[in-house]
Antibody, heavy 121, light 111 residues
Framework: EVQLVESGGGLVQPGRSLRLSCAASGFKFDDYAMNWVRQAPGKGLEWVSGISWNSDTTGYADSVKGRFTISRDNAKNSLYLQMNSLRGGDTAFYYC??????????????WGQGTLVTVSS | QSVLTQPPSVSGAPGQRVTISCTGSPSNFGVGYDVHWFQQLPGTAPKLLIYGNNNRPSGVPDRFSGSKSGTSASLAITGLQAEDEADYYCQSFDSSLSGWVFGGGTRLTVL
């Protein structure tokens, strides 16, 4: 059974940093691209970032480019999102999702339950 | 403003058929990227409903179907059931943005 478990969310002040983690199990992690998607409370889905199976290709939404960094550790079956210079507009549930193939362009077939990031003073 | 355009809401009575439209542009649907659909029940994570324009993952009832033509796509739900009440999102890849794009979401209400 595919499982994706996010962690690392919480309350953080504007301008500070936070690192999200996603622990994956139930599939061959290093065969698939992974993505982060966020959803502000009561709003729609917004893609944040994606990474290919071997980390060669990464992509970011314009809203986070230069502030967020996606990475993965295939030996640990883990995905990460380093978030710097956080703003109020970054407040959202952050979902980790498994790609249907090794490339970032592919959609995701499994999602975690999400972790809430609240940026507020 | 979302890159993909969906109606904010649709509704239908139990047993009826509803469709949800999703309009793209030359830089996503127009260059051949597929459309995918997600269902999000209240308080839960999104679930993949349709991938590759018209393919259902295992376990998704055949009441759900998708189509795409040119820069437009749609999701059809037949035999509407109360449990279908949810938010539905279309998603694709955009060559200009080099990333995923979503529609703004459509709330389906079962009357």
């Amino acid at each position: 059974e595919v499982q994706l478990v996010e962690s690392g969310g919480g309350l953080v002040q504007p301008g500070r940093s936070l690192r999200l983690s996603c622990a994956a199990s139930g599939f061959k992690f290093d065969d698939y691209a992974m993505n982060w998607v966020r959803q502000a409370p009561g709003k729609g889905l917004e893609w944040v970032s994606g990474i290919s199976w071997n980390s060669d290709t990464t992509g970011y939404a314009d809203s986070v480019k230069g502030r967020f960094t996606i990475s993965r550790d295939n030996a640990k079956n883990s995905l990460y999102l380093q978030m710097n210079s956080l703003r109020g507009g970054d407040t959202a549930f952050y979902y980790c999702s498994k790609g249907r193939s090794s490339v970032v362009a592919a959609t995701s077939d499994y999602w975690g339950q999400g972790t809430l990031v609240t940026v507020s003073s | 403003q979302s890159v993909l355009t969906q109606p904010p809401s649709v509704s239908g009575a139990p047993g009826q058929r509803v469709t949800i439209s999703c309009t793209g542009s030359p830089s996503n649907f127009g260059v051949g990227y597929d459309v995918h659909w997600f269902q999000q029940l209240p308080g839960t994570a999104p679930k993949l409903l349709i991938y590759g324009n018209n393919n259902r993952p295992s376990g998704v009832p055949d009441r759900f179907s998708g189509s795409k033509s040119g820069t437009s796509a749609s999701l059809a739900i037949t035999g509407l059931q109360a449990e279908d009440e949810a938010d539905y999102y279309c998603q694709s890849f955009d060559s200009s943005l080099s990333g995923w794009v979503f529609g703004g979401g459509t709330r389906l209400t079962v009357l």
